[in-house]
């Protein structure tokens, strides 16, 4: 099993993200995993699960706050995804990090910390998509996506990885709601 850290945008921007994922018929991403923007990678997310309750304790007083969603990006030619703005998001991430203490390569490895980029993939060469077929799709992203989009974050989602190499929800754990 293998477990990650997230954040899932509201039903109604959800399903407006995959019904755009959807257009691309070879676009298996949206089988893998539904649309979220991650806030600690799989590194040190071990299956005895001692981290979560450690997970928990920091967001019981991290307080929510707002993500906005930007305009279509790449990494490299192979990834596209949105673009994510946060600083609370940042720190929650680093917080995270900190706390679960993965390894240097770790770190190195799932681009956390001084490499973390928020983001929001829309799709990926290794997910099925030619990369002419993700230049069409960032170019039909910002004739049909609104940006920017915002949003408030009042809980993470843990999510964990079954036989198929799918990965669901596991559970939800609410920030600290300011009033």
Known sequence: MQYFIGIVPPDDLKKKI??????WENNR???GVEPHITVK????LTPDMKW???VKKICESFLSFEVMI?????????????????????????I?????????????????????IPHLTLGQTQFGLTNLELNDMAIKATEELTFPLTFKVECI?????NESSKYLKL???????CN
């Open 29 to 31: 991403l949206v089988e």
């Open 157 to 161: 989602r843990v999510y964990e990885s």
């Open 96 to 116: 995270l990090v900190e706390t679960v203490a993965p390894s240097k390569e770790l770190i190195k490895h799932y681009f956390e910390l001084d490499e973390y």
């Open 52 to 54: 979560l309750e450690k």
């Open 41 to 44: 990678a799989q590194g040190a």
């Open 171 to 177: 559970l939800d754990i609410p920030l600290r709601i």
């Open 70 to 94: 930007r305009n279509p990006k790449f990494f490299g030619e192979d990834i596209l995804y949105l673009s994510v703005d946060s600083d609370e998001l940042i720190k929650l991430h680093e």
């Open 18 to 23: 995959v019904k755009f994922q959807q257009q």
